[in-house]
């Protein structure tokens, strides 16, 4: 069968240049990204309550939450948060093989059997389900040096021009603005002035109500015999400040209390718990991440042409930045590989040209190559695998491999020819039949080392299976580029060498074969050298030494493995460094922006830092708060810098040591994207006995301070804190049933003027936004301030809501966090790389000394730690 390929030349190269042909094909086609997306399928599930603190929305709205979600289908684990801010967040975890659309149906299932249960203000506001696309490909800032620009404008500019135009954009997943600031109709409510009047903020939400309606009268004329229709047509909801302003609470023989009277009207922000800036000017981030299997370089290019557009339009002082662009780190890192694929071809060329010592006899594996790594595209596309740095590894590996079959042949046909063959032809036909099966054994056994890989499940399975399969289908290919085009063009290239004397050389070719004289003078010694000493093991009272050095080198191995360090990935220069505050719990925004942009300035020397970027409120481990702060820092592309993201973290921690009234945590941004931010290991430690929460943060501070004296931890940390100040209410129940008042009129009350309550919507530049009550700042920024606020008794007079409750100093957490339905507590654990330790070390670490952990609290690890436990490292 295979004399056919040698006797039709064409026919051999038809098939390669087909190969060839497909792999340009699916080359073209093929996404391209860092690695591939190994970030399990993750569903999440956002609520609010207004004005509740951590331990009501845990009790009221996640508990309920995730009892329903608990076990859904491909589940592997779930996490949740409830803040003082009144949010609450589950975040469910899938095997990797779960369908992420699927998931987020199922979810959505199970939280609609939970509506029930949830406050009917968090059912208002709604409950989200959406799936957790991967981590951001792009995050770009919006910022205006335009001193008449505040937040509130530039993120509702964005939120109205920028944001709708890329997420029409092919392969966005979503796109997102960090912030709070989204226009909201706000209704600054005077308690004093209410009181005067005996207006309670219960009448002015269902008055609110009342007024701020969309209405359908019908239509005048429908089935009779007029000649015309008339439909009727109501205002519908109040677009305006001074219409709101209108709105009537009271009217009595001809006089009118109008909403202005009690309270001041604006278009304001929904939230105000967040302030950011870019480079010191007002600023927002927009986040955008990319849906599975779509090319991350050609979405990144079609959302920057997309914003070039639309950046002609922009108002005076507007400015783009890009804080984080993955085609930076993704463009060097492929090139880098790329050249190295090239490097090797050229190496194995030399290589292979030296020890066949003729161009023609090269050339022949030389073409084998590119028809075999070209080709292995093509299976890639089918596979649904993207070009990555683990397939462009593979490839580079495959190079040395693939040219292996052809050289047997070349070699083979050679032997033949020194033989006596009387053409190349005939020496290739000969060939073929004695080693045409060797060939395919060898491809078979090799193919099948890398293919049973492609079986391994999880996260280590995504890394594996792109790799060996990749590896196995070069293999493959240059198997059949040897059965087909090596033998054809053996028959058309090689000649039997004619001897010395009858062939004059040029003097080039005589330095060449000087040079390959020498060479072979040369390896002739080393193999007889290498004959003598296989000889000389070969005796059988010499046999005793193969085996101990088989035994010794196992040794070294072994032990080897014992002192490199292990790891899931290694961590990389991602060209980012992030540096989270923490200040003492209870602090105000104001002196948390303060410490924010102080920390700022702490880079202004430092040439290698392009941008900064600012954001006070938000904490990316312990989520918002107005004690916490995150700085972002954009280094310059890595040509331009002598000097490592490490470095300019180690930089930044010499700086801050020396500034008090603050925590902070520096680090660069993590290799693997979608598996958190901090690189190190990541745990929850859990609390299975239900006890105080108080107990299970001293034990975990317990366990934190010994991790902390061992050599192979560099830092154990936790953000959680219980001891943020806070005040308890205890309502005097008989004295409210006594002035004919409920619980409700009372704490609805406080929800109202200082939680804020969310009442109707208002539709303002194409887009809905929200109507919220709440008190002037001015009215609660401090308990006397309570003495303003009254309630409507049973006899209609106003009694001051203070008469109903005492006020006592506690202390509490910010957060709650559970994992898979117990309290837990997020720790961050640091390794002691500069000791040549790594998150392996620490791994083991941590299991022996979790040993002397009370009896019910243990822990469980999350994250890229969890990958890595799993995966066997």
Do not use: C
Request: proline share 5%; glycine share 6%; aromatic share 8%.
């Amino acid at each position: 069968m295979l004399k056919i390929f040698i006797e039709r030349p064409v026919l051999s190269t038809v098939i390669s240049i087909l190969i060839v042909v497909l792999g340009i094909l699916g080359l073209s086609t093929l996404p391209v990204e860092q690695y591939p997306n190994i970030a399990p399928p993750t569903v999440r599930v956002w609520a609010n309550y207004s004005g509740a603190n951590a331990d009501v929305v845990m009790n009221s709205v996640v508990i309920p939450l995730e009892e329903q979600i608990n076990g859904v289908e491909g589940m592997t684990y779930m996490t949740s948060t409830a803040s003082n801010s009144g949010s609450a967040s589950i975040t469910i975890y899938f095997e990797q093989e779960v369908d992420p659309d699927m998931a987020t149906v199922n979810v959505q299932n199970r939280v609609n059997q939970a509506t029930s249960l949830l406050p009917a203000e968090v059912t208002m506001a709604g409950v989200t389900v959406q799936k957790q696309q991967t981590d951001n490909v792009l995050r770009i800032s919006v910022s205006s040096t335009n001193p008449e620009h505040d937040q509130q404008f530039i993120q509702n500019y964005v939120d109205i021009n920028v944001l709708p135009q890329i997420k029409r954009i092919s392969g966005v997943g979503d796109a997102s603005v960090m912030g709070a600031r989204t226009y909201s109709m706000r209704i600054w409510l005077k308690p004093d002035v209410m009181a005067s009047y005996g207006i309670t903020p219960q009448e002015v939400r269902q008055l609110l109500s009342d007024q701020n309606v969309e209405a359908a009268p019908g239509e005048l004329g429908q089935n009779s015999d007029q000649t015309f229709q008339y439909p009727l047509k109501y205002t519908g909801r109040l677009k305006t400040v001074e219409e709101f302003g209108n709105i009537v609470l009271r009217s009595s023989n001809g006089h009118i209390l109008r909403l202005s009277d009690v309270a001041d009207v604006e278009l304001g922000s929904m939230n105000y718990s967040v302030l950011s800036t870019t480079d010191g000017a007002p600023a927002v981030s927009i986040s955008v991440s990319q849906t599975s299997n779509s090319n991350a370089q050609e979405l990144i290019n079609r959302v920057k042409t997309e914003l070039n557009d639309v950046s002609k339009n922009f108002p005076p002082g507007f400015k783009l930045t890009y804080m984080s662009d993955a085609n930076e780190f993704l463009d060097a890192s492929i090139h880098k590989v790329v050249t190295t694929l090239l490097e090797a071809f050229v190496l194995v060329f030399l290589v292979v040209l030296i020890f066949l010592q003729s161009f023609r006899s090269t050339l022949i594996p030389a073409i084998a190559i590119p028809v075999a790594i070209i080709g292995s595209f093509f299976v890639l596309q089918l596979l649904g695998f993207s070009i990555n740095l683990l397939t462009l590894f593979a490839l580079v590996l495959a190079i040395g491999i693939v040219v292996d079959d052809a050289i047997v042949v070349v070699e083979a046909v050679h032997a033949q020819l020194e033989k006596g063959a009387k053409n190349a032809k005939e020496a290739t036909i000969e060939t073929m039949k004695e080693i045409a099966p060797a060939i395919v054994s060898i491809t078979l056994v090799m193919a099948s080392v890398f293919i049973p890989v492609s079986f391994i499940g999880g996260t280590s399975g995504v890394f594996y299976k792109q790799f060996g399969l990749t590896l196995a289908t070069a293999i493959i290919i240059s198997a059949i580029n040897a059965l087909t085009l090596s033998p054809a063009l053996s028959a058309l290239f090689l000649r039997p060498e004619p001897p010395e004397s009858q062939t004059a050389r040029p003097a080039k070719n005589n330095l060449i074969k000087r040079f390959f004289k020498f060479f072979n003078t040369y390896f002739d010694k080393l193999t007889v050298q290498y004959e003598k000493t296989l000889r000389f093991l070969g005796k059988k009272k010499h046999r005793w030494i193969t085996v101990a050095m088989i035994v010794v080198f196992s040794l070294i191995l072994f032990g080897l493995m014992r002192l490199i360090p292990t790891g899931f990935v290694p961590q990389e220069d991602s060209g980012e460094v992030i540096l989270m505050i923490t200040l003492p719990p209870g602090s105000s925004l104001e002196r948390s922006d303060s410490i924010v942009h102080q920390v700022a300035s702490l880079s202004e020397s430092i040439p290698e830092v392009q941008n900064v970027a600012t954001i006070s409120g938000i904490n990316f481990m312990s989520g918002l708060g107005s004690s916490y702060g995150t700085v972002m820092y954009k280094l310059t592309p890595w040509g331009e810098r002598k000097r490592t993201a490490s470095d300019i973290v180690s930089v930044l921690k010499q700086r801050t040591d020396s500034l008090i009234g603050a925590e902070f945590m520096i680090f660069s941004a993590p290799t693997l994207r979608g598996f958190g931010l901090a690189s190190g290991v990541d745990l929850k430690m859990q609390d299975k006995t239900g006890g105080n929460i108080t107990d299970f943060y001293a034990v975990t501070q317990k366990f934190l301070q010994e991790l902390q004296q061992q050599d192979e931890i560099l830092m154990a940390s936790t953000t959680f804190n219980p001891n943020f100040p806070q005040k308890q209410l205890d309502v005097n129940v008989p004295k409210v049933m006594e002035a004919g008042l409920s619980m409700n009129d009372v704490l609805s009350t406080l929800q109202i003027y200082i939680g804020s309550l969310y009442t109707s919507n208002i539709t303002l530049f194409g887009k809905s936004y929200r109507v919220i009550l709440q008190t002037s700042p001015e009215y609660r920024s401090k308990m006397d301030d309570l003495n303003s606020y009254y309630v409507r008794t049973a006899s209609g007079e106003m009694s001051p809501i203070t008469e109903y409750f005492t006020v006592t100093d506690v202390t509490g957490p910010q957060t709650i966090s559970r994992y898979n339905l117990y309290t837990s507590m997020d720790v961050t654990i640091i390794p002691n790389t500069a000791g040549g330790y790594s998150t392996g070390d620490v791994i083991n670490k941590v299991n022996e000394l979790s040993e002397g952990l009370a009896e019910g609290y243990t822990y469980e690890y999350s994250g890229m730690t969890r990958e890595e436990v799993q995966s066997g490292n």
